[in-house]
C-alpha cells in the first residue's frame, strides 16, 4: 500500500465549503481509479494549532495504482478545482511501517462517505535526527508496541507510516493515534511528566537521541469521512 | 507595558538543564532592573503542539527598560546567561509586542509578575492574523473578554499586538486560561465543538498553541 497524504491550507471561513466539495466531487473521483480509494478526512479541533487546515488521506493499492491516479489527475479539471480552493498544500507519499496497527487490522477503506460520528485524533509527524529513522522505528516496534493493551487503552496508534523516497520534504514518521479516552489525554496534556522519568539513563532520555522534534495536531475525523 | 516573547526549540535532552537555569539563574538576574521581569514560562505539552517547544515572557515597562535588557543581553550581566541558554535551543523567536492596558496581566505592573510555586495551569494562546486594523481586533478581543462568562472553557488573561503595529505583521496574541481539568475533559469530549471564551475574530487566520505553566511560572 501506498498512502497520499495531503494537508490543505484554507482561507478563513473556507473549511465548510472545501469539506462539501471534497465529500461530493472529489472522493468520487478518486475512488473512480482502480486501486485508489479516499480513506480518511480529517479537520482541525478547536485547539489545534492550524485552525485553517483539512487533511486528506488517499490509499492506493500499489505503485501502478499510484501512477494511474497521478497520471490521470495530474492536470485534470478536479485536481485544478481542489487546487484552487486552498491557499497552499503539504504532500507527503507514505509506506506503511512493518508493525503498522493500520496493516495488522486489515482496515478496509469503504468506497464512498461513511456517516458516523467524528472520531477524535493525535496527528503527529515526527522527523527523526537525521540518520535515525531505522533507530526510531526499531524504538517505536520494541519499546512503544510493547506496551500493554491496559497501558495503551487510553489513546491508540490507528497508524504508522514513513515517508518514502520522494515523498517529502524531509524522512519523516506519521502517526495518528485515536483518542479513545478523553481522562488519557488530559492527564498527558494537562499534568506535568514527573522529572524523575526524564532524566539521564531513563527510556524518555534514552528514546531522544532518535528524535526529540515533532508537531503535534489534535484533529478530528469528519462525520462523512470512509474510514472514521 | 511592553512584552517580548520568545518561543524556544529546546534541543530534548536539554530540556531539563534549560527550564533551571531559567528559574535558578536568569529570571533572577533580569529582576535585578526594576523595570523587567520575567512575566511567564510555558512549556508546549507532550501530545499537545510542537515537540519541546518553550514559550517565554518577559514584561518590560518602557522603552527606556527594554534598552537596559537588550545591552545587558548583549554585553552586561545578563550576557554569559543568555550564551548558555541559546546554546541549549536549535530555535529562537523573539518578537516585542504592546500588552492591552485592560488585559488581567496588565493590572499588577510589572511588580506584579513574581516567581512562586503552585501548580501547572494549562492555557492557551491563539496568534490571529487579521484583515483589519490591529486596533479594531484588539477592541474586539476586550469586548469578549468583558462579556465572558464563568462556564466558559477558557477566560482570556492577557491581548497583545505588534509594538511596530500596523507596521509589522498584523498578528494579535490571546492568552487564556483553562478554567479547569472537568473544563478541559468536557472541550475533548465534543471535538466537533468550539471551545467556549476563545475570542472570535472574523476573517483571522489563527495559529493556536496549548500551552503549560510550570511550576515556578509567575504567570500560572
Redesign the interface.
Known amino acids: 500500500m501506498l498512502y497520499l497524504h495531503q494537508i490543505h491550507e484554507l482561507a478563513?471561513?473556507t473549511q465548510a465549503a472545501f469539506e462539501s466539495f471534497v465529500r461530493d466531487d472529489w472522493l468520487p473521483v478518486v475512488n473512480s481509479h482502480d486501486g485508489s480509494r479516499f480513506a480518511w478526512y480529517g479537520t482541525a479541533?478547536?485547539?489545534?494549532?492550524?485552525?485553517?487546515e483539512a487533511i486528506t488521506i488517499v490509499a492506493f493499492d500499489d505503485a501502478s495504482a499510484f501512477d494511474r491516479f497521478a497520471t490521470a489527475e495530474r492536470e485534470s479539471a478536479a485536481s485544478i478545482s481542489l487546487r484552487d480552493r486552498r491557499t497552499s498544500v503539504q504532500t507527503r507519499l507514505l509506506k506503511p511501517i512493518d508493525y503498522d496497527p493500520w496493516t495488522a487490522a486489515d482496515t478496509k477503506i469503504p468506497d464512498g462517505p461513511q456517516e458516523g460520528e467524528?472520531?477524535?485524533y493525535?496527528h503527529d509527524f515526527?522527523p527523526p535526527v537525521t540518520g535515525q529513522m531505522r533507530g526510531y522505528i526499531d524504538m517505536m516496534r520494541e519499546r512503544y508496541m510493547a506496551l500493554s493493551s491496559q497501558e495503551l487503552s487510553g489513546?491508540v496508534l490507528r497508524t504508522s507510516w514513513q515517508t518514502v523516497s520522494g515523498g517529502g520534504r524531509m524522512p519523516e514518521m506519521f502517526n495518528l493515534s485515536e483518542?479513545r479516552d478523553?481522562?488519557a489525554?488530559?492527564a498527558?496534556?494537562?499534568?506535568?511528566?514527573p522529572?524523575e522519568y526524564?532524566?539521564m539513563g531513563t527510556w524518555m532520555?534514552e528514546a531522544?537521541a532518535a528524535?526529540?522534534?515533532?508537531?503535534?495536531r489534535?484533529a478530528?475525523s469528519a462525520?462523512w469521512s470512509p474510514v472514521k | 507595558m511592553l512584552l517580548i516573547q520568545d518561543v524556544h526549540?529546546v534541543?530534548?535532552?536539554e530540556?531539563?538543564p534549560f527550564d533551571d537555569t531559567y528559574r535558578n539563574v536568569f529570571a533572577p538576574l533580569v529582576a535585578d532592573d526594576a523595570g523587567t521581569r520575567l512575566a511567564a514560562f510555558f512549556w508546549a505539552?507532550?501530545?499537545?503542539?510542537?515537540?519541546?517547544e518553550a514559550i517565554t515572557l518577559t514584561a518590560v515597562a518602557d522603552v527606556d527598560a527594554l534598552a537596559r535588557h537588550q545591552e545587558r543581553l548583549a554585553t552586561g550581566d545578563l550576557a554569559d546567561c543568555w550564551l548558555d541558554l541559546e546554546a541549549k535551543q536549535?530555535q529562537l523567536q523573539s518578537s516585542l509586542h504592546v500588552l492591552a492596558d485592560w488585559s488581567p496581566l496588565a493590572a499588577g505592573g510589572v511588580d506584579g509578575f513574581t516567581i512562586d510555586e503552585h501548580p501547572?495551569a494549562?492555557f492557551?494562546l491563539d496568534a490571529f492574523t487579521v484583515d483589519g486594523p490591529v486596533s479594531d481586533a484588539v477592541a474586539a478581543v476586550e469586548s469578549q473578554h468583558r462579556a465572558a462568562t464563568d462556564a466558559a472553557t477558557v477566560s482570556i488573561i492577557g491581548c497583545w499586538s505588534p509594538f511596530l503595529g500596523e507596521l509589522d505583521e498584523p498578528v494579535v496574541s490571546v492568552l487564556s486560561r483553562?478554567t479547569s481539568?472537568d473544563a478541559?475533559?468536557a472541550?475533548?469530549?465534543e471535538?466537533?465543538?468550539?471551545?467556549t471564551g476563545?475570542p472570535e475574530l472574523?476573517?483571522?487566520?489563527?495559529?493556536?498553541?496549548?500551552l503549560?505553566s510550570?511550576?515556578w511560572s509567575p504567570v500560572a
Open positions: 478563513p471561513e479541533t478547536s485547539v489545534a494549532r492550524f485552525a485553517d467524528a472520531v477524535a493525535m515526527v489513546i483518542i478523553v481522562d489525554l488530559v498527558l496534556i494537562a499534568h506535568e511528566i522529572r526524564k532524566e532520555w531522544l528524535r526529540d522534534q515533532w508537531t503535534t489534535l478530528r462525520t | 526549540i534541543i530534548g535532552r530540556e531539563l505539552p507532550h501530545g499537545g503542539g510542537e515537540g519541546y536549535r501547572t494549562l492557551r483553562v481539568d478541559l475533559r472541550a475533548f469530549a471535538p466537533t465543538e468550539p471551545w476563545v472574523p476573517g483571522a487566520r489563527r495559529l493556536t498553541r496549548l503549560r510550570v511550576t
